[in-house]
């Protein structure tokens, strides 16, 4: 079964700062994996998502996030927090099945300190 | 109208009331599913259709009530229920048949308060 570990339900960063927010994801097949956004009162919205073509990838607002297969991470980072980057962020796989099953990580709650 | 749209944004009710919360897709797609949101809790899968069918119901009290006439609309109706069930309901759908490429497009959400 495939699960994703985000580690710190909350993290604080001063603006300007890098932004890192960890995701370890478990998976027997490769994986296609996803960064949700979620702003209060709001829907999630995707960052960005790996589906094979490039480890790298880079997502909306300046997020980029790197597939480590040796290190079964997909870690979501950015140079430089701005005060709107406070906000829940979500890490996801899928199992790829014939239900396209979306399995969620717990969150993490990033704070921007001005 | 593009994307997936709920309605209503906030809803109040009485544990006796009976209402409806409502999702529209505009995008084509042909799985959409009900999740809820609380305070401090993972996000939790009620339920889930694909093709108009019920393919997934995680042990929901059957005070919350799914119904999905085609693969657009998706509703879910609810009665009697429970301070706790206060939360914030999220629709999404996706494309099934893609091996999950495309994630999932989410609602903006109903934030339900029942008092």
């Known amino acids: 079964a495939q699960s994703v570990t985000q580690l710190g339900s909350h993290v604080s960063v001063s603006e300007g700062a890098l932004v890192l927010l960890r995701c370890n994801y478990s998976?027997?097949?490769?994986?296609?994996l996803f960064w949700y956004v979620q702003y209060p009162n709001q829907g999630l919205q995707l960052l960005l998502k790996y589906t094979s073509a490039a480890t790298l990838v880079k997502g909306i607002n300046g997020f980029e996030a790197e597939f480590k297969k040796s290190e079964t991470s997909f870690h979501l980072t950015k140079p430089s927090a701005h005060m709107s980057d406070a906000a829940e962020y979500f890490c996801?796989?899928?199992?790829?099945?014939?239900?396209?099953?979306?399995?969620f990580g717990t969150g993490t709650l990033l704070a921007v300190q001005p | 109208e593009t994307g997936v749209t709920q309605t209503p944004r906030h809803l109040v009710m009485g544990m006796t009331n009976k209402k409806s919360l409502k999702c529209e897709q505009h995008l084509g797609h042909n799985a959409m599913y009900w999740y809820k949101q609380s305070a401090k809790k993972p996000l939790e899968l009620m339920f889930v259709?694909?093709?108009?069918?019920?393919?997934e119901n995680n042990s929901v009290p059957s005070r919350f009530s799914p119904e999905c006439p085609n693969s657009s609309h998706l509703f879910l109706h609810l009665h009697t229920l429970q301070p706790e069930d206060s939360a914030l309901y999220l629709c999404a759908s996706s494309q099934v048949g893609t091996g999950g490429y495309y994630g999932y497009t989410f609602g903006s959400g109903t934030r339900l308060t029942v008092v």
């Open positions: 998976s027997s097949v490769p994986p296609y």
């Open positions: 259709y694909n093709f108009k069918e019920q393919t």
């Open positions: 996801a796989v899928s199992d790829g099945g014939a239900t396209n099953k979306l399995i």
